[in-house]
C-alpha cells in the first residue's frame, strides 16, 4: 500500500482557509471513504454538516485497488484523471477538504492501517436488505474500535 495523492482543497465558500501546519493538530478529522460517486456525495453533505457544527476538517480517503497482475505503482486509472475527478467530488463539500488516495490491494487493510485509532469515519452506501460491502466495512471498522457513521442512499 502506497499514498499516490495527498491534496488539500479549498472549501468551495470562499471562506478564508488556515494554514495545514496552523491547525493540523488542533482540529478534528472526520474521514470519509469513497465508495461511488453518488453515495460518496451523501456521505461529503452529512460530514460537511458534522464538521461544520464540530468544527472540524474533512478528509476524503479514496482506496484505488490495483489488481495482482499489475504492479502497485501502475494502477489501471491514471492518477492525474483519479485526481480531477476528486478535486471535482470534494469541491461539493463546503468546509476544508483534504484527498488522500491510497493505492492497494485490499481496501479494508488499507482502511485499517492507515486510520488513527478511535477515528471518526464517515461511509455511503446504496439501501439494501442484505449486507452490502459498505455494510460490512462499516461493522469491521467498528470492531476495530472506530466511530463509524453508514449514509445509506435509494
Known amino acids: 500500500m ?5 491534496k488539500l482543497l479549498a472549501p468551495r465558500t470562499g471562506h478564508p482557509t488556515r494554514s495545514i501546519g496552523e491547525e493540523a493538530d488542533q482540529k478534528l478529522n472526520i ?6 460517486v453518488e453515495s460518496t456525495l451523501a ?8 464538521a461544520n457544527s464540530l468544527g472540524a476538517k474533512i478528509t476524503l480517503v479514496v ?16 492518477l492525474e484523471f483519479n485526481e480531477h ?4 467530488i470534494a469541491s ?23 486510520l488513527s485509532p478511535n ?14 460491502s459498505e455494510k460490512l466495512m462499516a461493522r469491521r471498522l467498528r470492531q476495530a474500535g472506530h466511530k463509524v457513521i453508514l449514509i445509506e442512499t435509494e
Open 43 to 50: 456521505a461529503l453533505k452529512e460530514a460537511g454538516d458534522l
Open 92 to 114: 461539493e463539500s463546503l468546509v476544508e477538504t483534504g484527498v488522500q488516495i491510497y493505492l492497494c490491494r485490499d481496501r479494508l487493510e488499507m482502511l485499517l492501517h492507515m
Open 2 to 6: 502506497s499514498l499516490a495523492i495527498e
Open 31 to 36: 474521514a470519509v471513504v469513497f465508495t461511488s
Open 119 to 132: 477515528s471518526l469515519v464517515v461511509i455511503g452506501g446504496r439501501k439494501k436488505w442484505w449486507p452490502t
Open 85 to 88: 475527478r476528486f478535486r471535482v
Open 63 to 78: 482506496p484505488q485497488v490495483v489488481p495482482y497482475p499489475l504492479p502497485l505503482e501502475t494502477p489501471p486509472v491514471l
